[in-house]
C-alpha cells in the first residue's frame, strides 16, 4: 500500500485523516480527507461526466493518485496516461515515470525520466533515477545467480499482511487487515479493516489474534517487536489529540510476566513530540536499543532512522532518542527497520534502489554504520519491499559452498509475483551460496585505490511551472554554475566555486561535521550541513562518494511569497505551534541574508464584513512580524501588512468558493522590498 506524495507502503499506517467524519459529497474532498477508496469511484464518475479537457486531466490525475495511494501502481498508470494525454503537465508525466519503474517496466522507464527531464529542462533531475533503472534491468538478469529464493507464506490472506516478528515461543507475529473478530471497523483510506495484530505457526495456515479478548484487544494495531523472553511488546498506533485534528502514530509497550497470557494496557513511550509520527520499532537481541522511524524536522528529510538505549536509570528508563547519521538516511523515506546481531536491515526510497522500497542492509563497526548496501533482485522488485526478519542463519566461520544454506526468514512485499495473494504479503527467503557467474576473459581490470570519503555539494535552482512565478509548483531543479560556496569544519574555511556541471568536490575528513553555505547573485543565500561522524568505511568500496544538495530561491522583488502552513484558530490571531516551522525557516533565510527587508502580510477568505477582515488580518501580520523579532530578526527589516478579503487568491464567487478555495484565500505572505 501507498502513503505521503511519494510511494510508500501503506503499511507505515499514518493514519493522518481527521478525528472526526464529515459528509463525503464529491470524489475531491474524499481524495482531500485520504479516504481513497471512497474516492476512487466518485472521481471516476466525474471524470466521465467532465466536458473541459483541464478538468478531465485534473480528475485522472486524483484518479491516479488514488490507485497509487492504495498500491494499485498498474490501475494508477493508466489514469496518470490519461491525466498527460489531457494536458495536466509535467506531474503527470513524472507520476507516470515513476509508476512504469515500480511496475518494472524499466525501459519505459527510462525513457520517460529522459522525455521529463527535457521537458522541464533539466538532465540533472532524474539523472539518478535514469541510472537506477539500467542497474535494476541488470539485477534482474543476475537472479539466476543471486542465490535467493523467495515463496510465499502459507498464512498470507487477500488483503494486507505484513511486518513479520519473532515471537518467543517460535511463531510468527504479523500486522494485518483482514477481517478479524477484533477489527469490524473499515479504515476509509483503503477501504479494508483497521490493523490488528495476529500470530501463526510458520507453516500454518492459520493465524490467531494475538489479543484473543475483542472486546480489549489492541486494535489498529502497527508494527510490532517483542524482546526475547516475550515480557515487553512494542507497537505502533495512531492517537488523535483532539477533535477536528490530525491522527499521529506513536510507540508504545505493553509487558507481562512470563506465566500470564494476557498483556498490560498499552503506555506511550515518553520521548515523543507532539504531530510528529514514530513507527516500526524493532528492539535488539539484548533488548537493550530500539530502532524506529520517524519524521522529526530535526532529521534529514521524510521518515529517519533513530534509536534509543534503555537506561535504567533514567525515570523513563530511556536515554533520549538519536537519529542515525547521514550514511544510513537520506533526504527520503528510511523505514522498517529490522536487527540481526550487529546488521541492521531496512528500506528506503532514497537511496537508489528497484522502484519503491528497497531493503537494504548497513553493518555496525567501531567507527558506526556502514553504507547501505541494497539486496538486490529477487529479494527487491519494482514495488514496495520491506520488513526483512532473520529466522535462521549458518554459523560464521564456516566453510560454504554452492548450494549451501546461509540465512533464512521472511520479508513483506507487495509484487505482483507468483504466489502473490493481494495487497502486501509475506514472502519466505531462503539464502544459499550462489553458484559463480560466468566472468568474460580479459575483462578484469585490477585498481588499488586509496580509501576516501568524497562530497559532492551540488547548488541548484528551483524550476517554476511558470517562471515569474514564485508561487507556481516547482516541477524540478537545475545546477547553478559557478555559485560560490563555503565550507566550514574543524576551525576551518575552505571556499569553492561550482562547475559546469554545478557541484564542487571536496575530500571529508573522518568524524567530521561540515556546515556549508551558497549564494549566487539575484538568489537568497542557503545553508546545509553534513557530517561524517558515524561513517564507516566499507572494504569493498574504497571511494565512497556522498551528495548534498543546496537549493537557491530566487529573488522575486515586491511579488507576494505564500508561506506554507500558516493557519489561524477561527478569530484569533496567535501563531499556533504548528506555523512555527515554516516562520522559523523565514527567520533563518533572513539571517543568511542581512541585506533585505520584507514585508509579512495576511489575507482573509471573504466571509465576514470587511471592516473585521482588514483588522484581523492586520493582527495576524503583526504577530508572525512579533514572532520573527522573538527570533531575534531587527524589527527596522520587518513591517505588517493586512489586505483583508481584497486580494483572494482563488476567483470565485464568496457564496459559491469551495472549503478548499477559502484556505488557499486565508493566506500568510512574504514580500521582498
Known amino acids: 500500500m501507498r502513503l505521503l506524495t511519494i510511494s510508500v507502503s501503506l503499511s507505515l499506517l499514518v493514519i493522518s485523516s481527521c478525528a472526526y ?37 485534473q480528475l485522472a490525475f486524483l484518479i491516479g493518485e488514488s490507485y497509487r495511494h492504495n498500491g494499485q501502481d498498474d490501475k494508477a498508470l493508466d489514469w496518470y496516461v490519461k491525466a498527460y494525454e489531457n494536458n495536466y503537465g509535467t506531474e503527470a508525466l513524472k507520476a507516470k515515470a515513476y509508476a512504469l519503474k515500480r511496475t518494472e517496466q524499466y525501459a519505459l522507464a527510462r525513457e520517460t525520466f529522459r522525455t521529463l527531464g527535457i521537458e522541464i529542462g533539466s538532465r540533472y533531475e532524474y539523472r539518478k533515477e535514469i541510472t537506477a533503472c539500467d542497474i535494476a534491468e541488470a539485477w534482474v538478469k543476475d537472479v539466476p545467480y543471486s542465490g535467493w529464493t523467495i515463496q510465499s507464506a502459507a498464512f498470507n490472506s487477500t488483503q494486507n499482511d505484513f511486518a513479520p516478528a519473532r515471537y518467543p515461543d517460535g511463531r510468527i507475529v504479523f500486522t494485518t487487515d483482514r477481517n478479524t473478530a477484533g477489527n469490524s471497523e473499515k479504515y476509509s483510506w483503503t477501504g479494508n479493516r483497521y490493523m490488528n495484530l495476529m500470530v501463526v505457526e510458520p507453516d500454518n495456515a492459520s493465524p490467531q489474534l ?38 499521529f502514530n506513536k510507540l508504545f509497550v505493553c509487558s507481562r510476566s512470563g506465566t500470564e497470557e494476557e498483556w498490560s494496557a498499552p503506555e506511550q513511550l515518553p520521548f515523543q513530540k507532539d504531530k510528529v509520527n514514530y513507527m516500526h520499532p524493532a528492539l535488539s537481541s539484548d533488548g537493550n536499543t530500539l530502532f524506529f522511524a520517524a519524521n522529526d524536522t530535526d532529521g534529514w528529510g521524510g521518515y529517519d532512522l533513530c534509536a534509543m538505549q534503555r537506561n535504567p536509570r533514567k525515570e523513563s528508563g530511556w536515554e533520549e532518542p538519536v537519529i542515525l547519521g547521514r550514511n544510513v538516511n537520506s533526504s527520503g523515506n528510511e523505514v522498517f527497520p529490522t536487527i540481526d546481531a550487529d546488521t541492521l536491515y531496512f528500506s528506503s526510497d532514497g537511496l537508489p534502489g528497484m522502484g519503491g522500497l528497497d531493503l537494504f542492509k548497513s553493518y555496525r563497526t567501531d567507527r558506526g554504520w556502514t553504507p547501505p548496501f541494497n539486496l538486490k533482485a529477487p529479494v527487491n522488485s519494482g514495488y514496495d519491499d520491506f520488513s526483512f526478519l532473520v529466522l535462521t542463519t549458518a554459523p560464521k566461520n564456516t566453510f560454504k559452498r554452492p548450494g549451501e544454506l546461509v540465512r533464512t526468514g521472511l520479508l513483506s512485499s507487495n509484487r505482483k509475483s507468483e504466489g ?37 555539494v551540488y547548488v541548484l535552482e528551483k524550476i517554476h511551472a511558470d517562471p515569474g512565478d514564485p508561487n507556481s509548483i516547482v516541477i524540478g531543479r537545475k545546477p547553478l554554475t559557478a555559485a560560490a560556496v563555503n565550507a566550514e569544519f574543524s576551525g576551518k574555511n575552505q571556499s569553492f566555486n561550482t562547475n559546469n556541471e554545478g557541484f564542487c568536490r571536496l575530500e571529508l575528513s573522518e568524524s567530521t561535521d561540515y556546515a ?12 546545509a550541513r553534513f557530517s561524517s561522524k558515524g561513517i564507516a568505511r566499507d572494504p569493498n568500496n574504497p571511494v565512497q562518494y556522498f551528495e548534498l544538495e543546496i537549493v537557491l530561491d530566487k529573488i522575486y522583488r515586491q511579488t507576494e511569497i505564500v508561506l506554507e502552513n500558516i493557519y489561524y484558530d477561527y478569530d484569533k490571531w496567535d501563531i499556533r505551534k504548528d506555523a512555527e516551522p515554516s516562520l522559523d525557516r523565514l527567520a533563518e533565510i533572513l539571517r543568511q541574508n542581512s541585506d533585505i527587508k520584507i514585508q509579512l502580510g495576511s489575507h482573509t477568505d471573504c466571509r465576514g464584513n470587511d471592516a473585521y477582515n482588514l483588522g484581523l488580518s492586520q493582527k495576524r501580520a503583526q504577530s508572525a512580524v512579533s514572532y520573527l523579532i522573538s527570533k531575534g530578526i531587527d524589527p527596522s527589516r520587518l513591517s505588517a501588512a493586512g489586505y483583508g478579503e481584497t486580494s483572494p487568491a482563488a476567483s470565485c464567487a464568496c457564496a459559491r468558493c469551495t472549503e478548499a478555495e477559502h484556505q488557499m484565500n486565508r493566506r500568510t505572505t512574504f514580500k521582498i522590498e
Open 516 to 527: 556549508f553555505s551558497a549564494s549566487f547573485p539575484g538568489y537568497l543565500s542557503d545553508k
Open 21 to 57: 467524519t464529515i459528509k463525503i459529497r464529491d470524489g475531491r474532498t474524499a481524495f482531500e480527507r485520504k479516504q481513497f477508496a471512497t474516492a476512487i469511484p466518485m472521481l471516476r464518475k466525474e471524470f466521465e461526466k467532465a466536458d473541459l479537457r483541464r478538468e478531465r486531466g
Open 420 to 456: 502473490a495473494k493481494g495487497g502486501d504479503d509475506i514472502y519466505r527467503f531462503e539464502q544459499r551460496i550462489p553458484l559463480p557467474k560466468p566472468v568474460p576473459p580479459d575483462t578484469a581490470v585490477v585498481r588499488v585505490v586509496t580509501p576516501k570519503l568524497i562530497l559532492d
Open 210 to 247: 494475538l489479543f484473543a479478548d475483542a472486546s480489549g484487544s489492541i486494535t489498529n494495531a502497527g508494527v510490532c517487536t517483542l524482546n526475547k523472553n516475550g515480557t515487553e511488546l512494542f507497537l505502533s498506533r495512531s492517537v488523535g489529540y483532539s477533535k477536528g485534528d490530525d491522527a
